[in-house]
Nanobody, 119 residues
Framework: QVQLVESGGGLVQPGGSLRLSCAAS????????MGWYRQAPGKERELVAF???????NYADSVKGRFTISKDTGKNTLYLQMNSLKPEDTAIYYC?????????????WGQGTQVTVSS
């Protein structure tokens, strides 16, 4: 029903930048607010940023001013521009529809893309 393919992760020095992409298929992109999530070692999955159908955005306090979420609706693609990266940004990053925390365990998730910020 839906396919989520994240890409663009890698190894980067503190202060560096990465641009993540999420290619989505199915109806998810057209009818949902979309978000980027991450799961760091030893931590629960958390919402990083989301973008609404109208293009409004919101960010977790931990990434505000450093990350920018955007989308290309025609290409069914979601992006996350990450600047001024910190070691604590190290995580596997996932895209998915915006959802309450209680729903995380019941949703389909793609493979994610690994972001490693070395110190």
């Amino acid at each position: 029903q839906v396919q989520l393919v994240e890409s663009g992760g890698g190894l980067v020095q503190p202060g560096g930048s990465l641009r993540l992409s999420c290619a989505a298929s199915g109806s998810i992109f057209s009818i949902n607010t979309m978000g980027w999530y991450r799961q760091a070692p030893g931590k629960e999955r958390e919402l990083v940023a989301f973008i609404t159908l109208s293009g409004s955005t919101n960010y977790a306090d931990s990434v505000k001013g450093r990350f920018t979420i955007s989308k290309d609706t025609g290409k069914n693609t979601l992006y996350l521009q990450m600047n001024s990266l910190k070691p604590e940004d190290t995580a596997i990053y996932y895209c998915n529809k915006y959802m309450p925390v209680r729903a995380y365990a019941y949703e389909y998730w793609g493979q994610g893309t690994q972001v490693t910020v070395s110190s």
